[in-house]
């Protein structure tokens, strides 16, 4: 069992920055991959980035390439998502998730997931 608990969304104007963190805890793994996902009213849960364990490759769609940057503290079990130059279509609830394998962009993938923190992007 692992438990993922995310945090740091908010309320934040066009052209701002957040950070948000996901916290994992119980069984964890060496080798994994780290995701993190969005969904907003009405639409399917997107991908957003990932992190591969180990080596630290990552990976992103194509709308947040340049603006946001995913990382990971293995001390702390933490992954996290830095989020700049935001816009109102970033507006969603983020996940955070976890796989031991699998298509790294495919929310099917992922075998465990946080409940959710949302982010909201004013114009």
């Known amino acids: 069992q692992v438990q993922l608990v995310e945090s740091g969304g908010g309320l934040v104007q066009a052209g701002g920055s957040l950070r948000l963190s996901c916290a994992a805890s119980?069984?964890?793994?060496?080798?994994?991959?780290m995701g993190w996902f969005r969904q907003a009213p009405g639409k399917e849960r997107e991908f957003v980035a990932a992190?591969?364990?180990?080596?630290?490759?990552?990976y992103y769609t194509d709308s947040v390439k340049g603006r946001f940057t995913i990382s990971g503290d293995n001390a702390k079990n933490t992954v996290y998502l830095q989020m700049t130059s935001l816009k109102p279509e970033d507006t969603a609830v983020y996940y955070c998730?976890?796989?031991?394998?699998?298509?790294?962009?495919?929310?099917?993938?992922?075998?465990?997931w946080g409940q959710g923190t949302q982010v909201t992007v004013s114009s």
């Open positions: 998730a976890t796989s031991r394998s699998g298509i790294i962009k495919a929310h099917a993938s992922y075998d465990y």
């Open positions: 119980g069984r964890t793994f060496s080798s994994s991959v």
């Open positions: 992190i591969i364990k180990p080596g630290g490759n990552t």
